[in-house]
């Protein structure tokens, strides 16, 4: 899929994102796996405040998402992309599990809820993961089954 391709898909989808808790913007294929794709109203106007709603880094790692998530890489080792866990336990804490942890998952109508809600699980089991390229990293939730994922975006992070 090209960055025009994904580009038309979030255009097309961009207008609901108000009214719904997600929209789904793709489904991508990889070993046998499926990976739904979602965007929320959260991640637009985070993306709109910093300026990279579109961007070409912006589509570049929602691209990304296509390497699916693969739990025995689950942690990335650095320069790789692809949907990586983000954990509590590293220190000093980074700008991108303030977004996700105290900002997003632990702060009561954040919209966590109604995303965990509208998958139909508990919010605790909704893995914090990133998703990674070169220049950016959009932030979001992992629902986990049998034979697919839906991984669902909530912010991006483009600290060095």
């Not at 709109?48 to 990304?64: C, E, I, M, P, Y």
């Not at 942690?75 to 983000?86: H, M, N, R, T």
Request: contains cysteine; hydrophobic residues 35%.
């Amino acid at each position: 899929m090209t960055l025009a391709e994904i580009k038309e898909l979030v255009t097309g989808i961009e207008t609901r994102l108000e009214n719904e808790t997600f929209v789904i913007v793709s489904t991508f294929d990889r070993n046998g796996r499926q990976i739904r794709v979602g965007l929320t109203d959260r991640l637009r106007q985070s993306c709109k405040r910093g300026r990279v709603w579109k961007s070409k880094a912006f589509l570049t790692a929602l691209k990304n998402a296509q390497y699916g998530f693969d739990d025995s890489r689950a942690k990335s080792s650095g320069g790789a992309d692809g949907i990586f866990l983000l954990t509590r336990n590293y220190r000093p804490k980074n700008q991108m599990m303030k977004k996700l942890f105290d900002h997003f998952l632990d702060k009561h109508g954040s919209g966590a809820e109604e995303i965990a809600a509208e998958l139909g699980v508990p919010l605790s089991s909704l893995l914090p993961v990133r998703l990674v390229s070169h220049h950016l990293r959009l932030l979001g939730v992992l629902d986990c089954r049998e034979n697919s994922d839906t991984l669902i975006l909530v912010d991006y992070d483009d600290t060095k």
